[in-house]
């Protein structure tokens, strides 16, 4: 009876915590709003946050691309929920949860992105392919090396890929 007692009280705690996280870098570029498509277009500069050295990017160029997490400060908390719905509200497309689906809307309102390392300029990096809008909070940013990378075919349906036709436009 008391195992039980101290694994609920454990998943209770879990339930109350509380991460807190600062931003590395902030993103700027021309894209205000968030739209779905043509992200291609949109350079991107992230640059490091005040409190933070440019010897951190040190090395950093050596890498063509590299992995950005952010936090899409943007999205409305009442809109950041878990939610069974249609991709970009498409009554075409089938409904999935959340986690099927590579939207804003999600209860942490982190982003992550491949993007292409264009060049570094001492605490700021130039990227291309970077779906965040000017503004955006950094949380993190690690090279993407080749050993961590899926090995063999990535599935995904069909649907997918006619929804981003434009994405990288």
Not at 11 to 25: E, G, R, S, V
Not at 27 to 45: F, P, Q
Not at 69 to 95: C, G, S, W
């Amino acid at each position: 009876m008391k195992r039980f007692l101290i694994f609920d009280l454990v998943i209770f705690d879990c339930l109350k915590m509380n991460i807190q996280l600062t931003p590395i870098a902030f993103v700027k570029n021309s894209r205000k709003e968030v739209i779905d498509d043509n992200w291609s277009s949109i350079i991107s500069e992230i640059e490091l946050a005040e409190n933070i050295i440019s010897e951190a990017f040190e090395g950093i160029e050596e890498f063509s691309h590299l992995e950005v997490i952010f936090y899409m400060d943007k999205v409305k908390d009442e809109k950041a929920i878990a939610q069974y719905r249609h991709p970009r509200n498409n009554t075409a497309l089938p409904k999935l949860g959340t986690y099927a689906q590579r939207n804003k809307n999600r209860p942490n309102k982190l982003g992550l992105t491949t993007v292409e390392l264009i060049e570094r300029k001492e605490n700021t990096l130039v990227v291309k392919n970077l779906d965040a809008i000017d503004g955006t909070p950094v949380l993190d940013i690690k090279p993407v090396m080749a050993e961590f990378q899926p090995k063999g075919i990535i599935r995904q349906p069909q649907w997918t890929k006619e929804i981003m036709k434009n994405y990288w436009k």
